[in-house]
């Protein structure tokens, strides 16, 4: 069965100008010969918000379920999903300091693109030459000036 199951790389990232202010997002998909790339923009927005939409569209590109390593430079994401969203969960989407969580939106939405994947959270270091982090970054900052242009 193992062998039956997709294996997908997804490198995400997102970017804003401004924060808040116009915000990209950027996946990176790679399954076996096939490489997709996806993008999209938000005018007024943060950074976290736009790290969060370009992992939430990433994992919703696929089809079926995958085995994925998803590859992002946002600590926010990677420890938000892997650590601190049990406990927000649990205690009515209240962080430690009893206040909202931010992003809740967001990060309900993306607990509900994980479930029929099996996930690798992996974090990169951004800007240090890791080819699909590269191209996460370069689709995130083009699409802030189509953001530009298209207001």
């Known amino acids: 069965m193992e062998s039956m199951i997709n294996k997908v790389i997804i490198y995400t990232d997102g970017a804003c100008s401004g924060n808040p202010g116009y915000g990209g997002w950027g996946a990176y998909l790679l399954y076996e010969d096939n490489k997709k790339k996806i993008s999209g923009y938000e005018l007024n927005t943060t950074n ?21 390593m998803l590859y992002t430079d946002s600590v926010y994401l990677k420890d938000g999903i892997t650590k601190w969203i ?35 959270w992996n974090w990169v270091k951004g800007h240090e030459g890791n080819e699909g982090n590269e191209i996460a970054d370069k689709l995130a900052t083009q699409a802030i000036l189509h953001a530009k242009i298209n207001q």
């Open 86 to 120: 049990i406990n927000w969960e649990k205690n009515n989407w209240k962080n430690a300091n009893k206040k909202e969580v931010k992003n809740k939106d967001l990060w309900i939405k993306l607990l509900e693109a994980v479930k029929m994947h099996q996930i690798e």
């Open 48 to 68: 976290n918000r736009m790290e969060l939409r370009a992992a939430i569209e990433g994992l919703n590109a696929l089809k079926r379920p995958c085995k994925v």
